[in-house]
């Protein structure tokens, strides 16, 4: 064969160097590459296996002396073990990384790790001058919720409407009122808060329209699809109304429209008329509203009014909740059980369907849309429950939890104990539970409880477990204006405009001397700018538990106990399972100073540092476990550390929504 003969004839010229003297070697070495022919090189193999055993493997050797050595056991081996080592090592760490993943607990979504913060967009900024607030005014004030560490907003209606419900009457579902702004000015305001890291909530009104809505017009003059949009019967002019069902607001929910010559139900204004949920082409319609806005971006839905979506159809009389009283005198919303016009059969199956529609939404990361409804139910705190849907089949996030609204009626610490009971007692397992102190109908907290309360009220919010909700003001403790006028049923004094600053309008408006609503004397004093510049004020208060809140394992995904509660003071603890740093809460709701025993509660330490109180007298304190101090009003935020558990020896003490555990070694949380 021609190489072999080859191979003869070189061999006697062949020079022990040149084996050496390889090609890669001289490079690494900065010499000259010469490129050897390929006969020579395989010649050189071939001697080499045969001849020059002598001969070391050397680094930049050629792929046929590589392969001459590989082969030996002393390289053999170790390569295989070396092989063998890091397939094991890389399947225990896949073993491994699934291990974490399966056991790690659901991180916590973005509605649970920060407050709701209410905007009523009348009353938050205008930034036109036209004495109504505006979505451009919402936009220039982001810097707030970001400097509240808040991350969802909750923007009450925009949409356009005649405003006799203030946006709760609406005329176009797809359209912004100009008072607001335009579609664009939406656009922007829902881009720059994705782009600052905040969720946009909205609100959604599927119970009624505005008069004025096109649907509500062909539907009075009998146009044939949209006859049966609204929930109509025979009735004339002067005779009785065709039940004795009464409106939310007052008065018969029936009236009287001489186009059509019959009657309409409205269980909120005569300007809102209700629409009939037994209508298919009505439920296509909320659906095709609701996909607009969740096509736009929105995070979520705050769904208005929501136990009035249907009613029965036989249209019987309500039970009088007084039987014997005259049926004329039968005019307000306490007069009646509401059997026939609130929580109907099929209510919930509507939910579900609107739920289904946003899950479809929600697929992709960290774009999951949030549902909460708000439904007051009062004594049958049941009925609110429903709204979280059942194991299999889930509606909202969770149902607005009202029961705090209360927290004027009594001044005690047992009484609010009672209050978040109601709640944590009644909530079905693993659910996340919501407190509110206020909205846009109900009096201001700071007004009905009284700003030496407000600090309290701010810090039992913020330390109890679930998503606290904020009503704008709240965090700077605004008050309720006097309205003098005959409107003494409105809800016009909580609404009064946002005190930004001492400025002109307290820097709600600085264009222009209106206000839609007068702002409240006290603004020179209670205001964001001020209060920025105190370190002790409500506001700082606000924004630095809503941090610890957001940072603290304990706090936010923690274990709630209770541990004691008195005419005064509401205490509680929160603790983590493996976690040392643990939180007692002693609240003091009542009239007076209060000594609180703890002692009995072997698993605290006997010593009790204060880490924030809200009237900073105590901050830093150490106080012993059977004397701890608080003023009337005074909330106390004491940090610990301990291994010594409460909730195990408690558990009929003691909640949690989803159970974790903390393992401090490799610093990590997993299911246990
Ligand atoms: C809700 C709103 C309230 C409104 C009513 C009718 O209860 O919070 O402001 O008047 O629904 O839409
Ligand atoms: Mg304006």
């Not at 978040?420 to 407190?435: A, E, F, L």
């Not at 700003?451 to 309720?480: A, D, F, K, S």
């Amino acid at each position: 064969m021609f190489f072999e003969d080859d191979l003869k004839e070189d061999s006697e010229n062949m020079e022990l160097a040149e084996c050496t003297k390889n090609p890669g070697f001289q490079d690494s070495d900065g010499g000259v590459s010469v490129e050897q022919p390929a006969e020579q090189r395989l010649s050189t193999v071939v001697r080499l296996d045969s001849e020059y055993k002598q001969l070391e493997p050397f680094a930049g050797m050629p792929k046929e002396v590589l392969l001459l050595y590989s082969s030996q056991a002393r390289y053999r081996i170790p390569r295989e073990v070396l092989f063998w080592l890091t397939l094991s090592c890389a399947l225990a760490l896949v073993a491994v990384t699934a291990t974490v993943i399966a056991l790690s607990p659901r991180c916590l979504q973005w509605w649970q790790v920060s407050p709701v913060y209410q905007v009523y967009p009348r009353s938050f900024k205008d930034s036109d001058g036209d004495g109504v607030g505006d979505l451009k005014g919402i936009q220039e004030q982001i810097h707030h919720f970001q400097y509240l560490n808040i991350k969802s907003v909750w923007i009450s209606p925009f949409y356009r409407s005649p405003m006799k419900d203030f946006g709760y009457d609406v005329e176009d579902f797809r359209d912004i009122d100009p008072r607001f702004g335009t579609m664009k000015d939406f656009d922007e305001l829902l881009a720059k808060m994705h782009s600052n890291g905040l969720k946009l909530i909205m609100d959604f009104i599927p119970n009624h329209t505005s008069d004025r809505h096109r649907w509500f017009n062909l539907s009075r003059t009998r146009d044939p699809h949209y006859e049966d949009y609204y929930v109509w019967t025979d009735c004339n002019a002067t005779s009785q109304r065709p039940n004795n069902w009464v409106s939310v607001f007052g008065n018969s929910s029936w009236t009287y429209d001489e186009v059509r010559e019959q009657c309409y139900l409205h269980q909120f204004l005569k300007e809102q008329p209700d629409l009939n949920f037994r209508n298919l082409h009505v439920r296509k319609e909320i659906i095709d509203i609701l996909v607009f806005w969740l096509k736009k971006g929105v995070d979520g839905f705050r769904m208005d009014a929501v136990k009035h979506i249907l009613e029965a159809s036989h249209l019987r009389d309500e039970p009088q909740v007084d039987p014997d009283k005259p049926p004329e005198l039968i005019i307000n919303e306490w007069d009646l059980h509401h059997d026939y016009t609130t929580t109907q059969l099929g209510l919930h199956d509507l939910l579900r369907e609107w739920r289904a529609e946003m899950n479809v939404y929600s697929r992709e990361p960290g774009r999951y849309r949030f549902m909460v409804t708000e439904s007051y139910d009062y004594n049958e705190v049941g009925k609110t429950m429903m709204y979280y849907g059942t194991p299999l089949v889930k509606e909202s996030d969770f149902p607005f939890n009202f029961y705090l609204l209360d927290l004027p009626q009594n001044s005690s610490g047992s009484w609010v104990q009672h209050l978040v009971n109601i709640w944590m007692n009644n909530m079905p397992q693993g659910q996340w539970p919501n407190w509110v102190v206020g909205n846009h109908d109900k009096p201001r907290i700071a007004t009905s409880v009284g700003q030496g309360y407000v600090r309290v009220i701010n810090m039992l919010l913020l330390t109890l477990p679930g998503t606290p909700t904020t009503y704008y003001g709240e965090e700077i403790g605004m008050e309720n204006i006097n309205i003098t006028d005959s409107q003494s049923a409105s809800r016009d004094p909580q609404r009064a405009p946002m005190q930004w600053s001492g400025d002109v309008n307290a820097g709600f408006n600085n264009k222009t001397n209106i206000t839609w609503l007068p702002v409240h004397p006290d603004y020179k004093s209670i205001n964001v700018e001020v209060q920025k510049r105190d370190e002790r004020s409500v506001l700082a208060q606000y924004r630095f538990l809503n941090t610890l809140r957001q940072a603290e394992l304990a706090l936010s995904r923690g274990w709630f106990c209770y541990i004691h509660a008195d005419e005064n003071v509401f205490s509680f603890l929160r603790e983590f399972d493996g976690l040392r740093k643990a939180f007692l809460v002693v609240l003091n709701f009542g009239k007076e100073a209060a000594i609180t025993d703890l002692s009995s509660v072997s698993e605290l330490p006997e010593k009790l540092e204060v880490l924030m109180s809200t009237m900073q007298a105590s901050d830093g304190r150490v106080f012993h476990k059977s004397g701890i101090v608080t003023e009337e009003g005074e909330g106390l935020l004491i940090q610990y550390s301990t291994h010594t558990r409460f909730n195990p020896s408690h558990p009929g003490a003691c909640y949690i929504s989803e159970k974790a555990c903390y393992l401090e070694v490799v610093d990590i949380l997993y299911t246990c």
